[in-house]
């Protein structure tokens, strides 16, 4: 196939509404302002969700209302109190929000040939021609951009026309049409992705190793001891508050259920912290595993497991080694291990210091340990949640039958700008409305299609929620200990319910009346003949 470059140059430049404002009339040079402003694909805000019938809507009527629409820097954070009336958090720098926040925002750019009047170039999708753009991210240290390529942010050569990195993700643009004065035009739309929860791999702009030069670094295996054995510790250590009002029998029923919890929730701590001992002091988990004492020059972590208890007349290295010989049967919940760590003599703080001195020194490269991933392994977000990032865009038009003869095509950068954060001051809050019926009797025609399937261990924590009263103060009742799961439906029909209550009433007034039916016999003849006698 024979593939002729095209007779004139073609160009990208702002979306064609817009092109009055920003080049001012009169037969003269365009300032360079006017140059960037024209040759900048435009960013458009759009806060409703009915965003692309609005843009029709306004494109149908006065394509030049199109620049009310450019997205402007703009805050709705409240006014403090103290704060003049006139006061206003407008933003240095233009932030996007999100659809969660109600707002829609969307790239224009149009096409062209370059030839007077600016014709419109066309598009060829049967020969896989098609338009799109590509988010940057600018590098904050370089100045440079960034692009999405393969899940991650990878830098971009500074070349003259701007190339496509390998692999970048281009984002799809869409044609609207509208009639300027009897004569057809159309520009290319796409919406920005500002919601994108795309995970990407950990490495080139997003990589996440320790700080150069830090002078204290946290270990990550200190991590996991904090998630898996310091916090829970100091969660089952903290006594147990009476809610107001419980009598004595029903506190010492909910003290019994809650120290049933408390050991189970030992138990697995304690298998948490032999693993933790397994993984990164072998040495140490050896002499405990086998029972021996602590040796000459030990650690005073190492002197404090055997020093200090885990429960009344059980050291902590003697409750590791029966926890970890027990390991099957804690995780199949029929352990007789007897440990309740509300007991235990080690305080939390204290017990994370002694590790900590105790670790080896040599950490891994990576900082990972088996149960934390290190760096390389994690996933960082696509956009950054602090909103501190910029971003820019850039058009492209893509002709790959034309291969090396016309490569793609990109458009100048738009403007830089933020993505703003799921939970930014700055943005707007978009009302939530959940209607409920107008009239309570409306509910019985409803479907009654809920129902919550709850397994027996289910079924005993919600039986606990006896009295809805002692309940919102913090006092539950003990499970009920029967062997039977429910199906528990919240969509009975009142006419069911009265049907039983006076189903209930006449069978008591029946009993009432006709209790002495079951003694009364009552015989009726019939016309048997019995046979004679020989």
Request: net charge negative; proline share 10%.
């Amino acid at each position: 196939m024979t593939v002729l470059a095209p007779e004139h140059p073609v160009q990208w430049v702002t979306a064609s509404p817009v092109w009055g404002d920003a080049v001012q009339g009169g037969l003269r040079d365009a300032t360079p302002d006017e140059e960037t402003r024209m040759q900048q694909p435009v960013i458009l805000r759009f806060a409703s969700d009915h965003y692309m019938d609005d843009l029709a809507a306004l494109l149908a009527d006065d394509p030049t209302t199109l620049k009310n629409y450019e997205a402007q820097p703009i805050s709705f954070r409240g006014r403090p109190p103290i704060a003049p009336a006139d006061w206003s958090a407008t933003p240095a720098t233009l932030k996007l929000y999100t659809p969660i926040h109600g707002d829609f925002n969307l790239v224009a750019a149009t096409l062209v040939c370059r030839l007077p009047g600016l014709p419109e170039h066309l598009v060829h999708p049967e020969v896989r021609e098609r338009v799109g753009f590509v988010l940057r991210r600018v590098d904050a240290t370089t100045g440079g951009e960034l692009a999405w390529a393969n899940k991650q942010w990878v830098a971009v050569d500074d070349t003259d026309p701007p190339q496509l990195a390998d692999g970048e993700d281009v984002q799809p643009m869409f044609p609207v049409g509208y009639d300027d004065g009897g004569r057809k035009r159309k520009i290319y739309v796409g919406l920005i992705p500002t919601d994108s929860r795309e995970p990407g791999k950990n490495s080139g702009a997003t990589a996440l190793p320790p700080p150069a030069g830090a002078a204290s670094v946290q270990d990550p295996r200190l991590d996991t001891l904090d998630l898996k054995v310091i916090e829970p510790l100091k969660a089952l250590k903290a006594p147990p508050q009476r809610p107001d009002g419980m009598s004595d029998a029903d506190w010492s029923d909910a003290k019994t259920a809650m120290g049933t919890g408390r050991q189970d929730a030992s138990r697995f701590l304690l298998l948490d912290f032999a693993e933790f001992l397994q993984t990164t002091m072998p040495d140490l988990w050896a002499r405990v595993a086998a029972g021996a004492s602590a040796p000459p020059g030990a650690t005073n972590f190492e002197r404090k497991l055997h020093e200090e208890r885990a429960d009344s007349g059980l050291s902590w290295a003697d409750a590791l080694r029966s926890a970890s010989l027990q390991a099957a049967a804690i995780q199949a919940g029929t352990s007789s291990l007897a440990v309740d760590l509300q007991n235990s003599t080690s305080d939390p703080k204290a017990l994370h210091g002694y590790v900590a001195l105790a670790l080896p020194v040599s950490a891994q490269p990576s900082g990972a340990t088996p149960s934390t991933p290190g760096p390389e392994s994690a996933n960082v977000p696509k956009l950054d949640p602090t909103a501190a990032t910029l971003y820019r865009i850039r058009c492209v038009y893509l002709r790959p039958e034309c291969k090396a003869l016309c490569p793609p095509l990109l458009s100048e950068p738009t403007v830089d700008f933020q993505i703003a954060g799921f939970f930014d001051p700055d943005a707007p809050a978009r009302p939530v409305q959940i209607a409920l019926p107008i009239d309570p009797k409306d509910l019985r025609g409803s479907a009654k299609n809920v129902s919550v399937l709850l397994s027996d261990a289910m079924r005993q924590q919600v039986s606990r929620a006896a009295d809805l009263s002692s309940l919102m103060k913090g006092s539950v009742a003990s499970g009920q200990p029967f062997d039977v799961g429910l199906v528990c439906s919240f969509s009975i029909p009142i006419i069911t319910i009265c049907a039983l209550i006076l189903l209930m009433i006449i069978v008591n007034l029946l009993n009432i009346v006709f209790w002495w039916m079951p003694y009364f016999r009552i015989c009726f003849p019939i016309g048997l003949k019995a046979g004679s006698t020989p």
